[in-house]
């Protein structure tokens, strides 16, 4: 899968993209994510990107311009499957969407900035909206981060092993079940004896078990759905 991340803060994404499983999927091939500065894409001598809103107010606007020479000169490379913007007006982002997206070979991902960009390129080059959550950040660069790290860890191969991803919380509208490592009793509290028994089944259905258990006291809306 390939990603170009359009940002004005390219620094921003640096870190989160180039360490741990990020790194070791774009390591293997699997994933390569292009950061591109969109500020290199502005015709204004100034190289400004972003402007007053017309109607007057406070915060500043990402213009028509800038965003448009760097989408359209992204798309004469390759066809894109999605052109995502990061906005908390956004769809939230979830597990679904991230294992829908896993699944496709090209996304762009916009990260807006101030106010956010100018409507009109919203109307004539996004096809998704996406939000990380009911808060508003400085900028769409670590909701861009969130949704790679969460759509990259999903790519078949990046894992090393498959399955620990059908495990994780939200798969299968569930939580996960509680993990344990050693020692077999710290402070005075003990792993429970059933994952010490070697059998594979009654451990499966105690999981399972206790992932029911834990959705049903924090998070009932998942089973609802
Ligand atoms: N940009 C600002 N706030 C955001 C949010 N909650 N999700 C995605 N992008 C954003």
Known sequence: MRIDIITVLPELLESPLSHSILKRAQTKGILEVNVVN???FSPFKSKQVDDYQYGGGAGMVMMCEPLSLCIEQLKSERTYDE????TP???TLNQKMSNSLSLKNNLMIICGHYKGIDERIRQLYVTQEISIGDYVL????LGAAVLVDTVGRLIPGVLSDETSALTDSFQDNLLA???FTRPEEFKGLKVPEILLSGHDKN???WRYNKALERTKTRRPDLLEE
Not at 83 to 86: F, L, P, R, S, T
Not at 138 to 141: K, L, V
């Open 203 to 205: 451990i499966a259905d």
């Open 177 to 179: 079940p509680p993990v």
């Open 38 to 40: 969109l500020r290199t």
């Open 138 to 141: 400085s900028g769409g660069e």
């Open 83 to 86: 052109v995502i913007y990061m």
């Open 89 to 91: 007006d956004g769809n």
